[in-house]
């Protein structure tokens, strides 16, 4: 079965980067595309960009642009979310969903505290 | 920025049906998603492409789409149902950028 496990939780400084991990199984990994999305606590989901697992090509969320850099591990069906120059509002928890018809796997979240 | 906007709470009786509305200038182009989201959990798709239910999400939950509107219904409201729910869809630039609407607390008392 599809199973999406995420890295541990991180606490980290403002100004440093985070970059957390996705290890996937249960399908071709290179198949489908992996998405990144946050939640702040107590706010709603914020899509953060799509990586292609088979070529490695990537889109950002404008907000983003600049911050953000998924990249992926074909050898291990990982992929990654690096999220640099933290600041106080970044602190959410962070998810890796697969798209097939939708959102229909998530990671369990992976919840980054940026605290100085 | 392209925006989803929902309605921020929406309250039921047990056994009323419940209607969640998602309005977005794209939609008569793109799909509407929708997602459960209960405190503490991560979230579960139970509508895709506007009006198709996955399987093992119970029949109450039906989507549609009309113009710059998308619904999910909610027929028959169970107890169990009580979450947040998101819509998703994209933009019509060209970018594909995804977005999510601000998520509608559904009560159920």
């Known amino acids: 079965q599809v199973q999406l496990v995420q890295s541990g939780a991180e606490v980290k400084k403002p100004g440093a980067s985070v970059k957390v991990s996705c290890k996937a199984s249960g399908y071709t990994f290179t198949s489908y595309y992996m998405h990144w999305v946050r939640q702040a606590p107590g706010q709603g989901l914020e899509w953060m960009g799509i990586i292609n697992p088979s070529g490695g090509s990537t889109s950002y969320a404008q907000k983003f642009q600049g911050r953000v850099t998924m990249t992926r591990d074909t050898s291990t069906s990982t992929v990654y979310m690096e999220l640099s120059s933290l600041r106080s509002e970044d602190t959410a928890v962070y998810y890796c969903?697969?798209?097939?018809?939708?959102?229909?796997?998530w990671g369990q979240g992976t919840l980054v505290t940026v605290s100085s | 920025s392209y925006e989803l906007t929902q309605p921020p709470s929406v309250s039921v009786s047990p056994g009323q049906t419940a209607r969640i509305t998602c309005s977005g200038d794209?939609?008569?182009?793109?799909?509407a998603y929708w997602y459960q989201q209960k405190s503490g959990q991560a979230p579960v798709l139970v509508i895709y492409e506007d009006s198709k239910r996955p399987s093992g999400i119970p029949e109450r939950f039906s989507g549609s789409s009309s113009g710059t509107m998308a619904t999910l219904t909610i027929s028959g409201a169970q107890v169990e149902d009580e979450a947040d729910y998101y819509c998703?869809?994209?933009?019509?630039?060209?970018?594909?950028?995804?977005?999510f609407g601000g998520g509608t607390k559904l009560t159920v008392l």
């Open positions: 998703y869809s994209t933009d019509s630039s060209g970018n594909q950028e995804g977005v």
């Open positions: 794209a939609l008569p182009k793109k799909y």
């Open positions: 969903a697969l798209w097939r018809v939708g959102f229909d796997y």
